[in-house]
Nanobody, 127 residues
Framework: QVQLAESGGGLVQAGDSLRLSCAVSTRPYSNYYAGWFRQAPGKSREFVAAITWTGERTYYADAVKGRFTISKDNDKNTVYLQMHILKPEDTAVYYC????????????????????WGQGTQVTVSS
């Protein structure tokens, strides 16, 4: 059964950095692409970053490009989201998502493409 668990959220000040982690258990699947999404109060869930199975290719929303970095450690079955220069508008619940794949090049920025989600972790950035 595929399971995801995020950690690393918290309350920080504008300009600070934070790293989110997502422990992924994808049994019986071996390969998966992953993404981070976020949802602020009163808003729909939005794409933040995505990464292919091999980690060779990454994709970012314009709002976080240059500030956030997604990575994955397949040996540790963990996906990370390193966030720098945080802004109050980054405040949201951050969700990790994963989708099994047979292709090293697959990825998606669309939340409907993902069947497996974590429970979310709150990130609050004060001004």
């Amino acid at each position: 059964q595929v399971q995801l668990a995020e950690s690393g959220g918290g309350l920080v000040q504008a300009g600070d950095s934070l790293r989110l982690s997502c422990a992924v258990s994808t049994r019986p699947y071996s390969n998966y692409y992953a993404g981070w999404f976020r949802q602020a109060p009163g808003k729909s869930r939005e794409f933040v970053a995505a990464i292919t199975w091999t980690g060779e290719r990454t994709y970012y929303a314009d709002a976080v490009k240059g500030r956030f970095t997604i990575s994955k450690d397949n040996d540790k079955n963990t996906v990370y989201l390193q966030m720098h220069i945080l802004k109050p508008e980054d405040t949201a619940v951050y969700y990790c998502a994963a989708e099994p794949t047979l292709s090293s090049g697959d990825y998606s920025t669309n939340p409907t493409s993902y069947n497996y989600w974590g429970q979310g972790t709150q990130v609050t950035v004060s001004s």
